[in-house]
């Protein structure tokens, strides 16, 4: 016996020590792609001595003697720290993850090469200016530098996930930047389903004011009315089995409530206190680890210039230079249209135009596959645009037999100089030069705010479609694409482009709200991404006579609820206060000691209050009662409350307080009833998973932001070290915007932010503050990848100066690139 326990422990001790040492191995190969920020690198790709100097959050401060060396060194610092994440958004906008990834990312591929992004931007290179294809061949060659270094010096193969993903890395090349640049505008669209979702509505509810109260106009003057989709699209079948987007995290194609969001405002000098304009921004993305931004700061010919890039883009997207601040938000413009083919009986390769029918035009597209064979696509086009399957967007549903489904959208262009603009608005030295640069603009659509030293405006850039007047649908559902009315004819002049310059109430702003009222077909949108925020931001920028950065920041950091505000006493008039005693233990006495809770509450969306979370549950459940009867299994597709629904039923707005009566029962329930019914729905929700001691919840453990790894975000214990959990403020309609993933047994975790926040002071251009959601490292064993995150969760900043000798003093090194000659 004493024996075998001897050589059990000497096993177990071998056992052991194997452990230890694969460990070690796998730690000091992981290490080996730790970049070393002190050094001097010789390179032919300078024409001159080059210097990176990192401040003390790793910020690269990049000064070169030529514009083409500063976007060498960007390029070269991007792939320094990022380039696991460059080489996968590349893969995903060329449709090549299954290379790498096998078929989980197979749905993925096929969907973006039916969008055919690569060719788009290799197309697109071309039609660059001159100073923007310098800029790109240097930030090209600059990644390139890395990657021969990685391959020559055997630097762990750059990051640590090439080691579990060893395929060989493609040199850079310009269109591979821009069809990143594409990419983010597939993230930021959401107009394409808006537009299957109402036709799938109203095929099942004909009554136009209830399509009206689900999916309601955002207030201001109303628009005609629709027809209903079934008469525009005669034999639409009204229930097809679908298949959900890709629900793959490295998916680029957002759900219907995540497409895009930000906040932007700048105050001119006579609404700020110091006398300087002010500018504050964050654009909101879906979270993840490493936050998809990347600071930095360059020294360019024009000055310098700060803020958050993306890395595989070179130009800062948003940020300051010494004359001129620039913040964007989405604007939601209508430029997306679901165009319904019509085959041709006798030659399904023919598709029905307004001259007749005409050949598709048609490529093959072989789709690699780790571990499998190759997948074949047929990719087809007609003179709308890309044919998509019908499981995209459920496009199936309101699709005919014998028909397909075209997508147009001017993210396809093969002419798009949206990286020239966005290269020239870092130049630009004046409000009216960043105007003129962004004319080249063409997608995603934003709202630029901008201010400079003398004052400040507001501006949507992007292409607008313009669209006939007879269009059937105006935009707002799919239709016909072989009526000429339907077709799109070009681009509305970039004049016509809604502006607000020099306000006379000093102060611009865009919270995703409905900024004009126009008539089709000059109207921006139909579908707008807020109708909450907006409220609170008001009441914040009127509130004060002149502002500070403090208050801008204060402002960005706004957890105050104007929703829950609003909607509570509307929702829970009747419940307060009312009914008998009850005993501990009961469903009527938990349901009182909620009441109570949320009678003392100011609708502030803290992490350590409960109030939040008992709030946010029961409008939740809510919700699914008032619509789950009529709307049957499409019900599942409303993950979010719609804060104009509930409002419509409660006031019963054009008879809206109908969806409170239950259609399969036979009483007639009331919209107290629903709201009593919801509440205990929510209160059992919450006690089954958090406990009945309403006092002790917290927010907080409900709303966590999952800043995630795309890739080892899932593996066993790796995801402890990849992973950045937070508990959190904010919701889906504060300022400090949090919105929640919806779905999945926590459908209140934090999912999508402002990864990125900035407050730009131009009375004092080096108190500018800014800050990252995670940190300036893709490497998980870096110090920086995560030394942000709770500077970002604590609503902290860090400053964002242009003075040289800040950034040198506690540097955390400075990488020289001198030429090799």
Not at 84 to 97: D, I, K, S
Not at 310 to 317: D, N, R, S
Not at 345 to 365: A, H, I, L, Q
Not at 705 to 729: C, E, M, W
Request: with cysteine; net charge negative.
């Amino acid at each position: 016996m004493g024996l075998f326990i001897q050589w059990l422990l000497r096993i177990a001790g071998a056992m052991l020590v194997i452990a230890l040492l694969a460990m070690t191995l796998i730690y000091f190969l992981a290490s080996r792609s730790l970049p070393e920020y002190d050094k001097t690198l010789r390179s032919n790709g300078v024409s001159a001595p080059v210097e990176i100097v990192r401040d003390n959050a790793n910020v690269p401060h990049i000064f070169g003697e030529s514009d083409a060396d500063v976007f060498f060194a960007l390029g070269y610092a991007h792939a320094q720290d990022r380039l696991w994440q460059m080489v996968t958004l590349r893969r995903t906008a060329q449709g090549r993850l299954s290379e790498v990834f096998g078929t989980s990312t197979l749905p993925i591929d096929k969907l973006l090469r039916r969008l055919d992004f690569f060719t788009l931007a290799v197309q697109s290179v071309q039609h660059q200016d001159e100073r923007t294809t310098a800029a790109l061949r240097a930030y090209s060659n600059g990644v390139n530098t890395r990657i021969d270094e990685i391959n020559r010096d055997s630097l762990g193969r750059g990051a640590p996930e090439m080691f579990l993903f060893p395929n060989a890395i493609a040199p850079w090349q310009p269109a591979d930047s821009i069809a990143i640049q594409k990419l983010m505008a597939l993230q930021l669209s959401g107009h394409l389903e808006e537009e299957v979702l109402r036709a799938r509505v109203s095929l099942i509810l004909p009554d136009e004011n209830r399509l009206l109260d689900i999916l309601p106009e955002a207030p201001g003057t109303g628009v005609a009315s629709l027809p209903e989709y079934a008469a525009l699209v005669p034999e639409t079948p009204r229930f097809t089995a679908t298949t959900p987007l890709p629900s793959h995290p490295l998916s680029p194609f957002p759900r219907r409530p995540l497409a895009g969001a930000s906040n932007a405002w700048a105050a001119a000098p006579s609404r700020s206190a110091s006398g300087g304009t002010l500018l504050a921004n964050d654009p909101h993305l879906g979270l993840s680890a490493p936050a998809i931004w990347y600071l930095t700061r360059l020294e360019l010919s024009s000055g310098g210039v700060i803020g958050g890039t993306i890395p595989g883009i070179p130009t800062i997207l948003t940020g300051r230079s010494d004359d001129l601040g620039w913040g964007l938000t989405s604007a939601y413009v209508d430029d997306q249209d679901v165009f319904i083919e019509q085959l041709n009986p006798e030659n399904p390769e023919e598709y029905r135009t307004p001259g007749g029918f005409e050949p598709f035009v048609t490529r093959k597209s072989i789709i690699n596959i780790a571990d499998e064979q190759p997948v074949t696509l047929t990719l087809r086009w007609t003179e709308n645009g890309p044919v998509l399957p019908g499981s995209h967007y459920s496009l199936g549903t309101v699709t005919p037999e014998n028909h397909v489904a075209a997508l147009g959208w001017t993210a396809l262009s093969a002419r798009d100089t949206s990286m020239s603009a966005a290269v020239a608005i870092m130049y630009a030295k004046s409000i009216q030069g960043a105007l003129d640069a962004a004319e080249a603009y063409i997608s995603p659509a934003q709202n630029m705010v901008v201010a400079d030293r003398e004052t400040v405006a507001l501006k949507v850039i992007g292409a607008l479609p313009r669209r006939d007047d007879e269009h059937q649908s105006k935009g707002r559902m799919p239709s016909l694409g072989w009526l000429a009315q339907n077709q799109w004819q070009g681009r509305l002049p970039y004049a016509s482009n809604p502006v607000f310059r020099s306000p006379i109430g000093g102060i611009v702003g865009n919270t995703n709200n409905k900024m004009v009222e126009r008539p089709f077909p000059l109207h921006v949108s139909y579908v707008w991404g807020d109708t909450q925020r907006i409220q609170r931001w008001q009441r914040l920028m009127q509130g004060r006579q002149v502002h500070t950065r403090d208050s801008f920041v204060e402002a960005q950091l706004d957890t105050v609820s104007f929703t829950a505000r609003s909607l509570l006493p509307l929702v829970g008039g009747d419940l307060w206060f009312t009914g008998n005693a009850a005993p501990d233990g009961s469903t009527e006495r938990l349901r009182q000691r909620a009441l109570t809770l949320l009678a003392e509450w100011n609708g502030e969306m803290n992490e350590h209050l409960p109030e939040p979370l008992i709030y946010s549950a029961w409008l939740r459940a809510l919700q699914v009662r008032l619509i789950q009867d009529e709307m049957g299994p499409l019900a599942e597709e409303f993950t979010h409350i719609e804060p104009l629904f509930i409002e419509r039923v409660f006031r019963n707005v054009d008879g809206a307080g109908v969806w409170c009566d239950v259609i399969q029962s036979a009483p007639t329930e009331s919209c107290t009833d629903m709201a009593r019914l919801a509440l205990d729905d929510a209160l059992l929700w919450i006690s089954e998973k958090y406990g009945t001691q309403l006092e002790s919840l917290r927010w907080g453990d409900a709303h966590q932001a999952t800043h995630d790894h795309q890739v080892l975000g899932k593996v066993p214990l790796l995801r402890y070290f990849v992973n950045i959990r937070q508990s959190t403020s904010g919701g889906d309609n504060t300022l400090q915007r949090g919105r929640t993933s919806g779905i999945g047994p926590n459908p209140f975790q934090n999912v999508h932010a402002g990864a990125y926040r900035g407050v730009y002071d131009f009375a004092d251009p080096d108190s500018s503050v800014f800050v990252i959601s995670t940190g300036q490292s893709g490497h998980f064993l870096s110090r920086f990848y995560d030394d942000m995150s709770q500077l970002w969760r604590r609503g902290e900043y860090v400053p964002m100066s242009l003075d040289p000798e800040l950034a040198r003093a506690a540097s955390v090194g400075v990488t020289r690139l001198v030429p090799k000659q």
